[in-house]
């Protein structure tokens, strides 16, 4: 069992050393880990997304946030800028971070957003 809480999304149990209050609390064994730490490679901070795939996995940088990695469609470290605001930091884990983990684990990941029902003939 992991030291830090677990939460539940996208079918995933996700112990976060960060805490997700937006997310639904579960005590069932992890499948993704998130800890706070150093990144194999920093990229050059800049103003811009960074993201880098690679046999080691996707690591990169997101300007308001600081460098990740994404390991082996389990792991997710971060290594935030300091004073970095925690709703940023949040929405990067829960969006874009967890997306990575989806893709590395086989599933097609869509945002909702892109998808446009039409029946024909209905009214």
């Known amino acids: 069992m992991s030291a830090f809480p ?8 996700i112990a976060s050393e960060v805490p997700l209050p937006e997310l639904p609390r579960v005590t ?3 499948d993704v880990e998130v800890h706070i730490g150093d990144v194999t490679e920093r990229l050059t901070p800049g103003d811009a997304l960074q993201v880098v795939i690679d046999t ?8 308001t946030v600081g ?8 792991r997710i470290t971060l290594a935030p800028l300091p004073n970095v ?3 940023s930091l949040r929405l990067a884990i829960v969006g874009p971070l967890l ?9 097609f990941v869509l945002h909702a957003s892109t998808v ?4 024909f003939g209905r009214r």
Do not use: C, M, N
């Open 67 to 74: 460098a990740f990695e994404v390991t082996a469609g389990r």
């Open 116 to 119: 446009v029902l039409r029946t």
């Open 85 to 87: 605001d925690e709703r």
């Open 28 to 30: 069932s064994e992890p």
């Open 99 to 107: 997306g990575v983990i989806l893709s590395q684990r086989g599933k």
């Open 6 to 13: 677990a939460y539940t999304a996208f079918a995933l149990t």
């Open 56 to 63: 080691a996995g996707v690591h990169g940088w997101i300007p």
